[in-house]
Nanobody, 124 residues
Framework: QVQLVESGGGLVQAGGSLRLSCAASGRTLSMYTMGWFRQAPGKEREFVASISRSGVNTKYADFVRGRFTVLRDIVKSTVYLQMNSLKPEDTAVFYC?????????????????WGQGTQVTVSS
């Protein structure tokens, strides 16, 4: 089993950047395909980005393509979500998740482990 801890959230002005981190304990993240999801108040959890075990393959939601980048550092067993050109509508709790499969996926049901989330607030 793996435990996931997100960090890096905070308050930023529109147009700004944040870098979220997801660190693992229990097992190395190299064993998992990783995903980032977000949930805004009153809305369902939605897919943001995913990265394969090797880091070669990635998948993005259309609304973040070109603004967000998912990266992984296998040595540090950490996955990152670099977020640029942030918009007020990006305000949400961001979660990282791990799945045992090999391919990046966009459905929360495909993920086995979840972190507690980190709040991102973008002011206008």
């Amino acid at each position: 089993q793996v435990q996931l801890v997100e960090s890096g959230g905070g308050l930023v002005q529109a147009g700004g950047s944040l870098r979220l981190s997801c660190a693992a304990s229990g097992r190395t993240l190299s064993m998992y395909t990783m995903g980032w999801f977000r949930q805004a108040p009153g809305k369902e959890r939605e897919f943001v980005a995913s990265i394969s075990r090797s880091g070669v393959n990635t998948k993005y939601a259309d609304f973040v393509r070109g603004r967000f980048t998912v990266l992984r550092d296998i040595v540090k067993s950490t996955v990152y979500l670099q977020m640029n050109s942030l918009k007020p509508e990006d305000t949400a709790v961001f979660y990282c998740a791990a799945r045992s499969g090999y391919s990046p996926k966009g459905d929360p049901i495909d993920y086995d482990y979840w972190g507690q989330g980190t709040q991102v607030t973008v002011s206008s």
